[in-house]
C-alpha cells in the first residue's frame, strides 16, 4: 500500500552533515521514508512521512527534526471523509493495537 499524505508539506529535516549512516532511521520509518546512500542516510520520499517523529527520537546524533501532526491528520481527515474508522488505523501508525497515533 502506497502511503501518501499532503504534498510538500511535511515538516521532517534531515542534517546530513550530522548523520553518521547508522540505518536506525531506515529500521524505524514505517513509511520507507529513508534510504542509505554513501553511509548518510537520504530521504527518498518525504510525501510518505506521517510525521510520527519515530526517526527523530531514535536519531541519537541529532541528525533529524520532525514536527508531529500533519501527516496523521490529514490521514485521519481522509479517512473520515470516506467513512474510515480514524480509530482503527486509519493513518497506519497504530500498528497492531489499532490506534492511531
Known amino acids: ?7 510538500g ?11 553518521t549512516g547508522c540505518e536506525r532511521c531506515v529500521e524505524v ?3 520507507g521514508v529513508f534510504e ?8 527518498i520520499a518525504l510525501d510518505n512521512c506521517m510525521e510520527c517523529g ?8 541529532g541528525a533529524l527534526s520532525v514536527r508531529n501532526g500533519v501527516g496523521c491528520a490529514v490521514a485521519m481527515i481522509n479517512g473520515l ?9 486509519t493513518c497506519d501508525c497504530g500498528g497492531d493495537s489499532g490506534s492511531c497515533c
Open 9 to 19: 508539506v511535511s515538516t521532517l529535516k534531515l542534517a546530513v552533515e550530522k548523520c
Open 36 to 43: 542509505i546512500h554513501n553511509h548518510r542516510a537520504k530521504i
Open 81 to 89: 471523509m470516506t467513512k474510515g474508522d480514524p480509530d482503527k488505523g
Open 1 to 7: 500500500m502506497k502511503h501518501l499524505y499532503l504534498s
Open 29 to 31: 520509518c514505517p513509511h
Open 54 to 61: 519515530a526517526c527523530a527520537q531514535n536519531c541519537a546524533v
